[in-house]
């Protein structure tokens, strides 16, 4: 679907500064020129009210929590489907619509299942395997429910020891994780530990919760500690997950304990010695496995659905993201190179501002338009506003403009040239805006709140800008960045050896 790029904004304010600009070599008198300035803002004030008037309206995506039913699965499933016909609306094939309208033509069977299925996780070590053969031998045979059991790969493989898998735990996430999205589909996870929980383990089991996964934390291998030990660890254990976990869902075991040293005095005054096999510790465990497919059965079937049409919407958002971005990006190239081109033409600091704040304005209302997020002039005015003091006080245009400086010094002739450092600081600006609104929009997109009465949100915009600027500070990215742009102000000139490099492709502005 094309995109329609409408720029009254743009085009007035550039328009304007460059009046501006000759009015003043005219009249020979800078001084005239805030009174005008003003004159100029009315204006784009009113254009924007103008455009805003036509803006479309916002699609929302949102997802409360309901009750575990089937109704809330049947609202899961229509949410799924407005997705899917979003997407459909706005790509241009249906190479990606088509499975995943087959992936949701799968959930209402799901309503019917009666199997219940367990999954079984945790660190390296821990006794997952050992405690999926027991269960399959001596417990799932005496149940009157149909039950699976798996078994997932081990958590946390990339650190050796679980001090190190600590500092591991920022880099966990439970959307981007193949191991957990499996147990997602699951009904019911025991996730097992050998003592105190570390941070990255309870991260994980927060993810789980948050997902609305039931949830029993396992705390294996207790023959290994003294009987007051394992008490102590076990109460410490309800204590770190009282938030999330109930007391009861909190139990011990010891799946494989270790065989126990016999010994025995003979009558011949000899003693014989000898390692005896202990039997599996898991009644607690047992009982309450039976006891929740008793009571929760149903409600854990349903509860799974709801978390497959949740994974099948983020797929689909995720398709929908790649496809706005994709158009955004040409857009954002095009207001990066109109305000290099505005900076660079205009010697007046005061309508070089008017210019650029502009170009910045159009940016916020184009792309906008492509997330189809709805604006009040207001909040319109705001972003452009918060996107240029943001820069200034996280110092942003500082070290941009030093970074740039530094690069273009290496040209005698380009460096001289005065609005060259202008043209390609406003122009790398611009662009950082541009990302910055992208992964504030895409963010929108995938997020499942409710509307609410201030669906612009300045100060997360701000955190994106901060993200965007540290990922774009590369200094390759940078170098090149700089000669597309000289060759975009200049391209005529001597320094066609400066400017000449292959075009900056997109994926280098993530």
């Known amino acids: 679907m094309a995109v329609k790029i409408r720029r009254p904004i743009l085009v007035g304010g550039i328009g304007l500064s460059f009046g501006l600009w000759m009015l003043d070599l005219v009249q020979d008198s800078v001084a005239e020129i805030g009174e005008w300035g003003i004159l100029g803002t009315i204006t784009i004030a009113t254009v924007i009210w103008l455009f805003g008037r036509k803006t479309s309206p916002k699609v929302e995506y949102s997802s409360v929590?309901?009750?575990?039913?089937?109704?809330?699965?049947?609202?899961?499933?229509?949410?799924?489907?407005?997705?899917i016909n979003q997407l459909e609306?706005?790509?241009?094939?249906?190479?990606?619509?088509?499975p995943l309208r087959q992936q949701v033509t799968h959930l209402t069977p799901e309503l019917e299942r009666a199997e219940i299925q367990l999954v079984v996780t945790g660190g390296k070590g821990f006794g997952k395997t050992t405690l999926r053969q027991v269960l399959e031998s001596n417990w799932i045979s005496q149940q009157q429910h149909s039950l699976s059991l798996q078994e997932t790969p081990a958590l946390f493989v990339s650190s050796d020891t679980r001090v190190e898998a600590e500092g591991t735990a920022q880099e966990i996430a439970l959307a981007d994780?193949?191991?957990?999205?499996?147990?997602?589909?699951?009904?019911?996870?025991?996730?097992?530990?050998?003592?105190d929980l570390t941070d990255t383990e309870f991260q994980t089991l927060k993810q789980l919760r948050a997902a609305n996964l039931r949830t029993i934390l396992v705390f294996n291998k207790q023959d290994?500690?003294?009987?007051?030990?394992?008490?102590?660890?076990?109460e410490h254990l309800r204590k770190q997950v009282a938030e999330i976990l109930a007391a009861e869902d909190v139990v011990g075991i010891s799946a494989s304990p270790a065989p126990v040293k016999v010994r025995q005095h003979q009558p011949d005054a000899s003693v014989k010695e000898w390692l005896e096999p202990q039997s599996p510790a898991l009644t607690f465990l047992c009982e309450r496995l039976s006891q929740i497919l008793i009571q929760e059965g149903q409600q854990l079937v349903w509860a799974t659905t709801i978390r497959k049409a949740e994974l099948i919407k983020a797929e689909t958002k995720t398709a929908l993201n790649q496809l706005k971005r994709h158009r955004a990006l040409p857009v954002i190239e095009q207001c990066q190179w109109i305000a290099a081109a505005a900076a660079f033409a205009n010697p007046v600091p005061a309508l070089d501002l008017l210019a650029t704040g502009a170009v910045s304005v159009q940016l916020v209302a184009e792309l906008g338009e492509i997330y189809q997020q709805k604006f009040s002039l207001q909040q319109a005015q705001a972003a452009a506003k918060t996107l240029g003091s943001l820069m200034l006080k996280l110092g942003l245009v500082e070290l941009s403009t030093q970074t740039i400086s530094s690069i273009l010094?290496?040209?005698?002739?380009?460096?001289?040239?005065?609005?060259?450092?202008?043209?390609?600081?406003?122009?790398?600006?611009?662009?950082l805006a541009g990302l910055s609104l992208i992964e504030y929009f895409q963010e929108q997109e995938k997020s499942t709140n409710t509307p609410t009465e201030q669906p612009f949100n300045l100060e997360r915009l701000g955190q994106k800008l901060q993200q965007v600027f540290q990922q774009n500070q590369r200094q390759l990215f940078l170098q090149s960045f700089v000669k597309q742009a000289v060759g975009h102000l200049m391209p005529e000139s001597p320094q066609s050896k400066f400017a000449s490099s292959q075009p900056l492709a997109s994926g280098d502005c993530h």
């Open 89 to 98: 609306t706005e790509a241009d094939d249906l190479d990606t619509v088509t």
């Open 177 to 195: 994780t193949p191991i957990l999205t499996n147990a997602l589909r699951s009904d019911l996870v025991l996730f097992v530990t050998a003592g």
């Open 65 to 83: 929590s309901l009750p575990v039913d089937e109704k809330a699965v049947e609202q899961a499933i229509a949410q799924v489907e407005t997705a």
């Open 224 to 234: 290994q500690y003294l009987p007051t030990e394992r008490a102590t660890i076990l």
């Open 409 to 431: 010094k290496s040209n005698t002739f380009t460096y001289v040239a005065g609005g060259a450092l202008q043209g390609v600081s406003a122009a790398y600006l611009t662009r």
